[in-house]
């Protein structure tokens, strides 16, 4: 399975996005809305990693990306961590 960092190509992972063939509500869903699809789907993106370091790099405040909420990536920044 090849995998994608952003030292390739920095949207690399954006060719085999799993998101791309669902809506966006999935992904961007109205506050207080379910993320458990949008994070199924995820845990089965082959570019997660790279899309969540993507998120964090650019500082991605919305939606779901790389299998975590806006909520869930800024616990992640606030504790300095990375999550694989
Ligand atoms: S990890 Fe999730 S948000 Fe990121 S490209 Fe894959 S399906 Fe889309």
Request: aromatic share 8%; proline share 6%; net charge negative.
């Amino acid at each position: 399975m090849p995998t994608h960092t952003i030292t390739e190509d920095p949207l690399a992972w954006q060719e085999t996005a799993l998101c791309a063939q669902a809506g966006p509500e999935f992904f961007f869903p109205a506050p207080g809305s379910s993320t458990r699809e949008a994070k199924i789907l995820c845990g089965a993106c082959e570019g997660r990693v790279a899309c969540l370091e993507y998120a964090l790099t650019h500082d991605e405040r919305f939606g779901v990306w790389g299998g975590l909420s806006e909520k869930e990536r800024e616990q992640l920044r606030r504790s300095g961590g990375s999550r694989r």
